[in-house]
């Protein structure tokens, strides 16, 4: 089946450590993209990319690093420096980068640092 | 900057209703609408993608209408169902890099 796996589900970290999400996607899709869920809040864009090797910050970077060495996959890490990382991660993919297609997510994953 | 709204953030209804959604954006430069589906807990699943050259579109039960000009768009659900609880965001692309501008979302529950 094709789709978007995002793992562990659910993820407990101490505050003060980095913690890397993974997403992988066998959709053979150019672009992905992270974002993050608040109660609240909607969701917020933190990194895209559009090709291998390639990516840009959304609206809220800071705190997190991406990167994007294979076009299946595209690995989210959470640093120390990221204030208030407690939060609902979803990964999406859509079909080319050339214009605004429909996206496509993963299951997400539930990050708690204490 | 583009902010998209959806009021209200919850709604219950009894079963059978037929009910409508609303999602309204401040900038009309869009190129596509989209609305999901999330269950508790989940990911998001995409129920209709409309483009900006397209006045609605149908899957079902559902029924997602655009105006454009206007910066609204609503999604129809027709018959409702106890298993159509769950809460609907609407997002729209300004950007021809697909970038997604979420609203916050309705949560729906359809009372048996």
């Known amino acids: 089946d094709g789709g978007i796996t995002q793992s562990p589900k659910y993820l407990f970290r101490k505050e003060g450590q980095n913690v890397t999400l993974s997403c992988e996607q066998n959709?053979?899709?150019?672009?992905m993209y992270w974002y993050r869920q608040d109660p609240g809040q909607g969701l917020r864009l933190i990194y895209y990319s559009q090709i291998v090797n390639d990516f840009q910050k959304g609206d809220i970077a800071e705190g997190y690093s991406v990167s994007r060495e294979k076009k299946e996959s595209f690995p989210l890490t959470v640093t120390s420096a990221q204030k208030n990382p407690t939060a609902f991660y979803l990964c999406?993919?859509?079909?080319?980068?050339?214009?605004?297609?429909?996206?496509?997510f993963g299951p997400g994953t539930r990050l708690t640092v204490t | 900057k583009q902010e998209v709204t959806q009021i209200p953030a919850a709604l219950s209804v009894p079963e059978g209703e037929n009910l409508v959604l609303n999602c309204s954006f401040t900038?009309?430069?869009?190129?596509?609408l989209q609305w999901f589906r999330q269950d508790p807990g989940k990911g998001l699943t995409s129920l209709l993608l409309i483009q900006s050259s397209q006045r609605e579109q149908t899957s079902g039960r559902l029924n997602a209408s655009l105006d454009k000009s206007s910066g609204r768009s609503t999604l129809y659900i027709a018959a409702s169902q106890p298993g159509d609880s769950a809460t609907y965001l609407c997002?729209?692309?300004?950007?021809?890099?697909?970038?997604?501008?979420f609203g916050k979302g309705i949560t729906l529950s359809v009372r048996p």
């Open positions: 999406a993919s859509s079909i080319t980068r050339d214009g605004p297609y429909e996206q496509y």
């Open positions: 900038d009309s430069a869009i190129y596509n």
């Open positions: 997002a729209v692309t300004t950007g021809a890099n697909s970038k997604l501008t």
């Open positions: 959709l053979n899709h150019d672009a």
